[in-house]
Structures are given as structure tokens and as C-alpha cells.
């Protein structure tokens, strides 16, 4: 083996490891938004906060709970969609 295709080898070796580390953390973000430890969802607007609503002993209204379902099953799919691109380009590499 000469050394530039052990460089390539080295090179592709690194892609193939970030694309892991970033699956995994993609993985791990679904699974903390799946969990029991949501417990609000935030907006940064310039220096404020906009929280939809506060997941603690209260009751959150129907309204709440549609807008934070829906988020949270847009943030789901759309973070599945790019695991699922990121496997791909690992599977290529």
C-alpha cells in the first residue's frame, strides 16, 4: 500500500467517523424530545424568550398541546429525513 492510498484511506476513515457522530447525536436529540424531560419549548427572539408553555404540575391547554405536538413531530421528521441522508452518504463512503 503506498502512501497516498493510505491517506485516502486516513481521509475517508475520518468522514465515515463524523458522519457516525452525527448521526448518533441526531439520535440522541429525538430520544430526549421523545422523553418524559421536555418540559418546555423555547423561542430565542432577539435578547427575549417566547415559551409556548411551562411542562411542570400544570395543565397545559389544547392549543398548547397542538402547537408543542406539532413541533415536536416536525423536529422528529425532519431530523429522521437527514439520519436517513447521513446513513446514506455513509453507506456510499
Avoid: H, P
Wanted: charged share 35%; net charge negative; proline share 0%.
Amino acid at each position: 500500500m503506498d502512501l497516498k492510498t493510505l491517506e485516502y484511506m486516513e481521509q475517508r476513515a475520518k468522514q465515515g467517523r463524523e458522519l457516525v457522530d452525527r448521526i448518533l447525536e441526531l439520535n440522541s436529540r429525538i430520544s430526549r424530545v421523545k422523553g418524559k424531560n421536555l418540559n418546555c419549548i423555547d423561542f430565542k427572539i432577539g435578547s427575549g424568550t417566547l415559551r409556548t408553555s411551562q411542562w411542570d404540575d400544570k395543565q397545559i391547554s389544547e392549543y398548547q398541546a397542538q402547537i408543542e405536538a406539532s413541533m415536536i413531530n416536525v423536529y422528529i421528521d425532519i431530523t429522521n429525513a437527514e439520519i436517513e441522508r447521513l446513513e446514506k452518504e455513509l453507506f456510499e463512503l
